[in-house]
């Protein structure tokens, strides 16, 4: 019942009891009086409630206004959103149609640029024709050639092996670039191609890239070989090279863990583009400027080109069985620790380009072995009875085989030489000023090191840069050097205990020098420990596990000194400049610095300038004494008469 219905009735009640009874008593009036206020109290309190949901109602009525509003001015702007819709769709039915003419310029633009490389090719390839060539005798076919390794393959797949110990990657897999050999021992003799690390723009040619072009610092094109095939094996099937295999190969040596490339030059890494045009054939590399010289010294001729679809099967190619490639040869057995077994690629791409024999179909050889004999003499004894037709070590391991009539010879230098690094960064060392390093450099009796422990095979001065035929321009000989910088290899004991003690060491001071348990390198750093302490300076040699030893170069981590092996790349400086592993000696020299950032100007595009700059710093760097160099022995390659070879 309505509560205030309710009340009322009361209150009739009330009127009735007290005009109709005369007789009612005062106790059940009380009673009524107090049941009439209770139930005022309780109408106030609800007239308040009613009051509050009322106010509560006008706000909520407010609010609904409110959204409302939102809502009419919401579908306004949908109602222009449509309308413009309608505009938009042809606005973009006209984008489309201008999409797909820029894309025809695009293409239009590539097949351009894929035509001029041919001509730059053309050009380059019209210069050379007009050389003579030294070879005269035609190339016959046939023939398996055996071949000794020192020490087992460590890997089929560049992922997981450096580029030089994934031995069987360079018969059976292809890089964009290599080594003209039309300027090699068989054609102009401007270069040996001996070493594998040879940088020269000027003596390289296409090998899958049918030619390139460096249209700016930072950024290469090539032009990709049409007809060039893969091995006829699962899952490939002899299906041809793609620009696809191309990118994924490139783009997988920058992201796959193991890889030497992603380990070691991280910023080159993580700043390339690498972009492909199938239609023109030509894949794209960029990088900023500050790692132009790391992306031309390592994509164009360093990384194996690999199939995607069969590393999408097997997920890499580390096993020897999933070998597949391009290359002159099909890898067909492999034992480990033992040999490699190959056979010609009958659908290899490759012809003669040079002397009687050009425009051969290459390979003239039926097979190729390879026999692990990691013991010098029975890898001598092994030549010596024909099991192996080649052979190659330093004067010492080979001298017995030389005097033989029936043995051919070609003589080279490595292009590192070991060195002694120290902590120069350390000013509270001794190795921080410079009169130490020369000290310590002059102490050493270089010329009874080449002649005792070399034979007189060796070269004395071989760092910042080793002579090789390929680099001769940026080379600087000894007798080139001023004397100030040849008396530091004249083993001049008491000058160097002069310097000591004009540097304040006149008493010597002791060092620890860090090196792995190779025992060449122990046998090399005893002679040098006898000759410091002529001068008072008292070596311990720190023995290192192989594995531990690497991982503190790599990292350069080490106190005061470490004996190690210096760059080859002389043009990007690395001996001397950076934070990379071969700066092990922590220089920061602005003279070296700024020498690197015009070597940075002419890397791929000016290989005479670029020669020229190194060369006019090897003064600079040598009498500063950053790295002790050893002396670098002579090495003999050695083939019997039965091989014939372009030298």
Known sequence: MNRKIMVGMIFVLLATLISGCSHISQKEFDSLVTDKNAALAELESLQSQLSAIENNLN?????????????????????????SLASTSA??????????????????????????????????????GQLEWTQSEKPQYGGIATIALTSGVSAFDEVFGSHSTVTTLHLTNEELMQGDWRKGPSGTNQANFILPSINNIDLKTGCL???????????????????????????????????????????RMCTEAGSYIKMSYPDLCSTISITGDEANRLVTLKCPVSEWANMFTLFPDFISIMPRDAIEKFGNMNDWRNSIGTGAFILTDYVSNASATFIKNPKYWETNPIGPGKGDQLPYLEGVKMLVITDTSTRNAAFRLGKIDYINGEYGEVKGLMANPGVKQKEYTMDYSMVISMRIDKTNLPFSKKEVRQALTMAIDFNAIKNQYYFGKADIFNWPIC??????????????LPPSCQELYSYNIAKAKNLLATSGYSGGFPVTVITSNTQSYIDYLVLIKSMWAGIGVNMTIQLMDVTTYYARVVTRNYDSMIYHSSSTNWQKMQN????????????????????????????GVDEAKLAKNFADLVPYVVEHCFQISKPNPYYYVLWGLWVKLGW
């Open 91 to 128: 606005e973009v039915a006209s984008r489309k149609s201008q999409v797909t003419g820029l894309e025809a310029q695009v293409s239009a633009l590539g097949k351009q640029v894929a035509d001029l490389i041919r001509q730059i090719a053309a050009i380059r390839d019209t210069a050379i």
């Open 59 to 83: 706000t909520i009525n407010a609010e609904k206004d409110s959204v409302q509003a939102e809502v009419n001015s919401l579908q306004e702007q949908l109602n222009a959103v449509q309308l």
């Open 576 to 603: 001397f400049t950076g934070t990379g592993q071969y700066n092990m000696s922590y220089v920061n020299d602005p003279v070296c610095n700024e020498a690197l950032a015009r070597s940075l100007e002419f890397i």
């Open 467 to 480: 002579y090789t035929k390929e680099y001769s321009d940026a080379f600087v000989s000894f007798e080139q």
């Open 209 to 251: 890239a049918e030619s390139f072009a460096i249209p700016a610092v930072g950024t290469m094109i090539f032009l990709i070989r049409d007809g060039v095939y893969w091995q006829n094996k699962e899952p490939t099937n002899g299906r041809e090279l793609t620009i696809d295999d191309i990118v994924f190969s490139l783009k």
